[in-house]
């Protein structure tokens, strides 16, 4: 089989990178359509572009994250696949309708439904490996000793040790043809040599590679308000992307809006050393 590792951006998945390399690097990039949310850099934005197969404009992450994964593919020596399909835009586009009398609707991904994950991460890693290598493949996944029960929800999904999928394999005519396939083995190397943070964080330090201040979307509906609220103020563009879609009526959180976090007066400054990466929520894989 071959070996995949599957590459977030943050620190523990480009440890994982350096340390224990694959057959196939790959990412998965968020795009977005806004031109609020342009990259500043055009020789970059056309590098991404070039690798990607697509326009790309800008992402719904912290810019940083395009410096750390082309630092790190510089700095392991090796080539990481890009991948990105859909922006953003053509997911939420997918869960638009229109009830019986004439109202539109629509949903936003929330923490009951984090179909943003499946349709931007799970799926493209999927279609990609089935199109471009033989599967199953044994995947490593970047998650610490600290996240052993994280590991065990994604074993129970295997049977018998692999875990299935299903993957287009052709069209007929407006419809795609699905197929299940046998997907990969989930492997977490960190877990099995008992690699916790604090190594990892160590181990950057002095090198070479770029980090953004936390990973994922700045806007992800599994952060707390008070961290949004921090993102609002690093990433105010990006931020007013999430506040925009929820326009259509539709919310992030159900408790609050992006508006009312964005707005809220907080009773003292934030500072980044007020938050860690167990506040940012994750993109599982």
């Not at 949903?107 to 033989?134: A, G």
Request: net charge neutral; proline share 4%; charged share 25%.
């Amino acid at each position: 089989m071959n070996t995949v590792n599957s590459l977030s951006g943050g620190k523990t998945s480009s440890y994982m990178a350096v340390h224990y390399p694959a057959d196939i690097e790959l990412f998965s990039l968020v795009r977005t359509n806004s031109e609020k949310c342009l990259f500043p850099d055009a020789s970059i934005r056309q590098q991404v572009s070039d690798r990607i197969g697509h326009e790309f404009i800008g992402t719904l992450e912290q810019d940083e994250i395009i410096y750390t994964m082309l630092d790190l593919e510089q700095y392991i020596g090796r080539k990481i696949q890009w991948i990105s399909p859909k922006t953003f835009e053509d997911v939420l586009a997918s869960t638009r309708g229109t009830k019986p009398d004439g109202t539109e609707y629509r949903y936003l991904p929330n923490v009951m439904m984090r179909y943003c994950t499946t349709e931007l991460k799970v799926k493209p890693i999927t279609q990609w490996l089935y199109d471009n290598t033989e599967l199953p493949v044994r995947m490593r996944m970047g998650f610490r000793a600290s996240e052993q029960e994280r590991a065990q929800r994604m074993l129970l999904r295997q049977t018998e040790g692999i875990e299935y999928a299903k993957v287009i394999v052709g069209k007929s005519k407006s419809r795609n043809k699905w197929k299940d396939v046998t997907y990969r083995v989930a492997e977490f190397p960190l877990i099995e040599d008992n690699i916790y943070k604090d190594t990892i964080e160590a181990y950057w330090q002095d090198k070479p590679v770029r980090f953004a201040y936390m990973n994922n979307c700045v806007g992800c509906f599994h952060r707390s308000p008070m961290l949004l609220k921090h993102m609002s103020d690093k990433a105010p563009n990006k931020f007013d992307w999430f506040i925009e879609q929820e326009q259509h009526g539709a919310q992030w959180k159900k408790e609050t809006t992006y508006a009312k976090i964005k707005a809220h007066k907080s009773q003292h400054t934030l500072f980044d050393d007020d938050f860690n990466s167990c506040d940012s929520g994750y993109c599982g894989l």
